[in-house]
C-alpha cells in the first residue's frame, strides 16, 4: 500500500507528464501551422499586395464570380479583424475616393476586437455588432443610408469540439442575419461563412425567407482541408412589421 507522500508524488508526476505531452501537442500543432503558412500562396500573395490576411482572396474570387462589391455601394463588414475583408471592400466600393471618375461608396467595420486603421472604412473596434448600441451606432453612421452588403466572414475560437463548434458558427449567422434584416435595403446581399454540417440545409432555407435566393460558394482560397463555404444570399425581401391594429404588412 502506497504512503501518502508516495502517493503525491505519484500524482505529481502524472501531472507533469501530462503538461509535457499537452506541450508537445501544441508544438507539433504549432510547427505544422508554421509550414503550412509557409508554403502557403496566398499568404504570400498577401504580403506582396498589403493585405492584412490571406482571407482578402476568398472574397476577392467570390467577387468577381458574383460582381456583389461595386463602386458607390455602402458595406458593413462583421467580425472584420483583423481588417482583409474590409480592405477589399473598400477598393472596389472606391470607399476612400481613390479613383475620382466612380462613385464613392461606403465601408462599416465592426468587431469586438482591435481593428488597426483602415484608410476609407469607418472603423468600429470593441463592439458587438449583435447589441442595440451597435445597431443605433451603424444606423448613425450612416446618416440615413440602407446598407447595400453585409459581410461576415465569422468564425468562433475553435473548442476542438466539432459538433460544438459548428454549432456556435452557425449561432453566429443567425445573429448576422438578425442584424442584416434591420439595416440592409430592399435587394441588398448578405455573405456569410458557415461550416459543413447538417444544420447548413436548415440555414438556407430560413435564408430563403428573407432573400430571393441563395448560392453556395466555396473560394479556391478556401484550404482543401477546411470545411468551410460562404452562402451568399441575394435580393432582400424586407421584413414585414406589425401594424398598430396588430395586422402584419
Known sequence: MLSSSSFVKKELNFTKMCFLVNCLKRWKSSQQWLIRQNADPYVEKARIYNYRCRSAFKLLEMNDKTNILMPGLTVVDLGASPGSWSQVAVQK????????????????????????????ATIM????????????????????????????????????????????????CYMAIRFAALVTRNDGNLLIKVWDGKEVPILEMDLERFYKSIK??????????????????????????????????
Open 93 to 120: 466600393t472606391n470607399a476612400d475616393g481613390a479613383d475620382k471618375s466612380k462613385p464613392k461608396g461606403t465601408v462599416l467595420s465592426i468587431d469586438k476586437l482591435q481593428i488597426f486603421p483602415i484608410p476609407g
Open 125 to 172: 473596434s470593441n463592439m458587438d455588432f449583435s447589441t442595440i448600441e451597435a445597431h443605433d451606432k451603424v444606423v448613425e453612421a450612416l446618416n440615413g443610408k440602407k446598407v447595400d452588403v453585409v459581410l461576415s466572414d465569422m468564425a468562433p475560437s475553435a473548442t476542438g469540439v466539432k459538433e460544438l463548434d459548428k454549432d456556435r458558427i452557425i449561432g453566429l
Open 216 to 249: 453556395i460558394l466555396k473560394p479556391q482560397a478556401s484550404r482543401s482541408e477546411s470545411s468551410e463555404k460562404f452562402l451568399l444570399a441575394r435580393g432582400f425581401k424586407g421584413i414585414q412589421r406589425p401594424l398598430a391594429n396588430g395586422r402584419w404588412g
